[in-house]
Nanobody
Framework: QVQLVESGGGSVQPGGSLRLSCVAS????????MAWFRQAPGKQREWVAT???????DYVDSVKGRFTISRDNSKNTLYLQMNRLKPEDTANYYC????????WGRGTQVTVSS
């Protein structure tokens, strides 16, 4: 069974940056599109960004121009570079396929506060 392990979260001030990573076990990573999601306290989990197997990307409007999703297939690793962070970006961040077919990992907490 594929395991997803997210890391890289932390506490930053508004305007700061973080780089999240997600390592996926198994060989499925290289043949599937991947995505980042987030869930803020008291809210439903929402999709943030997708990267296809060919490197095409898409983002939710609220992060366009600030976040960059990328992947390294040689390392089975998904990344999310987050710049110009805002308090409303505070959430637990998860990776999965865009249709969420894999078992969810624990996520990594991002807190943006002054």
């Amino acid at each position: 069974q594929v395991q997803l392990v997210e890391s890289g979260g932390g506490s930053v001030q508004p305007g700061g940056s973080l780089r999240l990573s997600c390592v996926a076990s198994g060989s499925i990573f290289r043949i599937t599109n991947m995505a980042w999601f987030r869930q803020a306290p008291g809210k439903q989990r929402e999709w943030v960004a997708t990267v296809t197997t060919t490197g095409n990307t898409d983002y939710v409007d609220s992060v366009k121009g600030r976040f960059t999703i990328s992947r390294d297939n040689s390392k089975n690793t998904l990344y999310l570079q987050m710049n110009r962070l805002k308090p409303e970006d505070t959430a637990n961040y998860y990776c999965n396929t865009p249709s969420s077919i894999l078992r969810w990992g624990r996520g990594t907490q991002v807190t943006v506060s002054s």
